[in-house]
């Protein structure tokens, strides 16, 4: 059973990386950001809660996160285990997802600011088909999305400004969790300056090693 944490600020390429793992693994990717979303549209009692909260422009209390995290654990895909990304954020967040699970690894993605800010400030999505573009997946034809054509646009929360806020919030609140885990043996560290591939190597062998 592999019960993973991916850690990583913005620009990690911690999506990216969660993905890849979960197929070569067979593990589930749970994105509590995408869990949201999906309670949220399928207008199920988590999202209705949810949405409330949302909507007030407050934050989801953790008991409600945590509720809807363990009854996605119990889905079939979780058999193999689970890639966590997006949670837990913070100290109180992880100490509740102790009294849910066993976490066996948490995996830190690590870059530096300079690297993180220089990745999403250069992010440019399609307003038509949401794909997403960068220094890493650059498009063909400047400002132009490769699949319709479309000009490509810079989120808001891509700008230089609310980056530097979220990061700073990473480091504050996010970080510590590597002490936390700490004791456990449990936590691990891979360079995600590196192109994709080599980072994904990385992060497979410390998933290969440990489950021996
Ligand atoms: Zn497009």
Do not use: W
Not at 79 to 89: A, N, Q, S, V
Not at 112 to 140: F, H, M, N, W
Not at 160 to 167: C, F, W, Y
């Amino acid at each position: 059973m592999m019960h993973v944490i991916l850690l990583g600020p913005q620009g990690a390429g911690k999506g990216t990386q969660a993905k890849m793992l979960s197929k070569a693994f067979a593990l589930a990717h749970i994105c509590t950001g995408d869990l949201f979303r999906e309670h949220i549209s399928k207008q199920t009692a988590f999202g209705k809660k949810a949405k409330q909260f949302i909507d007030a422009g407050k934050l989801v209390p953790d008991s409600l996160t945590i509720t809807m995290i363990k009854e996605r654990f119990a889905k079939p895909d979780c058999k193999k285990g689970f890639i966590l990304d997006g949670f837990p954020r913070t100290l109180a967040q992880a100490e509740a997802l102790d009294e849910v699970v066993d976490i066996t690894h948490i995996i830190e993605i690590k870059i530096g600011d300079a690297l993180a800010i220089k990745r999403l400030t250069s992010r440019r999505q399609c307003k038509v088909c949401g794909k997403i573009y960068g220094i890493d997946i650059p498009e063909k034809v400047k400002g132009k999305c490769d699949n319709d054509n479309s000009p490509l646009y810079q989120r808001d929360d891509d700008k230089e400004g609310a980056i530097k806020k979220r990061l700073h919030l990473y480091h504050e609140e996010t970080e510590p969790l590597l002490e936390y885990y700490k004791p456990r043996n449990i936590t691990f560290s891979v360079d995600g300056s590196l192109p994709v591939e080599k980072t994904f190597q990385a992060l497979k062998k410390i998933l290969e090693e440990t489950s021996l």
